[in-house]
């Protein structure tokens, strides 16, 4: 499988704003669904923002409005813009892909078969 690497994690404080970049062997959501997900220490993994073979996006309710999934695909790179940072925010964020199509419910499931291997967000009171 491709490799996924993530980059642009690191510590801010409550409010402050990080662009996480996901550099990808050439996928493109025509072909492959893309997506953030997020796992904080004792918490299960948790999708954050998705892109479906369509092109639709899928944020979940805690950082709507705040995060901004987007890819470029002549830098084969997908990004997430996250504004407005809150101490719930920190986890680990890793970047996914998969093939196999899904319906717009299921873009933030975490079962998505190739994953980088994360980035560390941390955000401080």
């Known amino acids: 499988q491709a490799q996924l690497v993530e980059s642009g994690g690191g510590s801010v404080q409550s409010g402050g704003s990080l662009r996480l970049s996901c550099a990808h062997s050439g996928y493109t959501y025509s072909s492959h669904c893309m997506g953030w997900f997020r796992q904080a220490p004792g918490k299960e993994r948790e999708g954050v923002a998705a892109i479906g073979h369509d092109g639709s996006t899928r944020y979940a309710d805690s950082v709507k409005g705040r995060f901004t999934i987007s890819q470029d695909n002549a830098l084969s790179t997908l990004y997430l813009q996250m504004n407005n940072l809150k101490p719930e925010d920190t986890a680990m964020y890793y970047c996914?892909?998969?093939?196999?199509?899904?319906?717009?419910?299921?873009?933030?499931?975490?079962?998505?078969?190739?994953w980088g291997q994360g980035t560390q967000v941390t955000v401080s009171s």
């Open positions: 996914a892909a998969d093939p196999r199509p899904r319906t717009w419910w299921s873009l933030l499931h975490p079962t998505y078969n190739n």
